[in-house]
């Protein structure tokens, strides 16, 4: 079963940086999607970033883009995603996830698409 554990996450200051890292095992599939989605108290879970598995394309939501970086590690199985100059709006709980056999243009930020999910790691902005 995949399984994906996050860490990072915390508290910053406006205009801070964090770099979460969610690291994947128990799939055998090469072609997959990583994402990270973000929830604020009272609003729906929105997409932020998501990587293919070769790492040639990646994708951000227009309030991310320009401050936050997905990569990944293939060698750790870890994608991560390096956040900068933050906002008090980018306080939320961040998830990782992962759709399994499927690129991420067919993905988007379609949730269901994201079969496998972590539970999720609080960033605060302040």
């Known amino acids: 079963d995949v399984q994906l554990v996050e860490s990072g996450g915390g508290s910053v200051q406006a205009g801070g940086s964090l770099r979460l890292s969610c690291a994947a095992s128990?799939?055998?599939?090469?072609?997959?999607?990583m994402g990270w989605f973000r929830q604020a108290p009272g609003k729906e879970r929105e997409g932020v970033a998501r990587?293919?598995?070769?790492?040639?394309?990646?994708y951000y939501s227009t309030s991310v883009k320009g401050r936050f970086t997905i990569s990944q590690d293939n060698a750790k199985n870890t994608v991560y995603l390096q956040m900068s100059s933050l906002k008090p709006e980018d306080t939320a709980t961040y998830y990782c996830?992962?759709?399994?056999?499927?690129?991420?243009?067919?993905?988007?930020?379609?949730?269901?698409?994201?079969?496998?999910w972590r539970q999720g790691t609080q960033v605060t902005v302040s």
């Open positions: 990587i293919t598995s070769a790492g040639d394309s990646s």
């Open positions: 128990g799939y055998s599939y090469s072609r997959y999607c």
């Open positions: 996830a992962a759709a399994i056999g499927v690129h991420c243009i067919l993905t988007t930020w379609y949730i269901p698409s994201y079969k496998h």
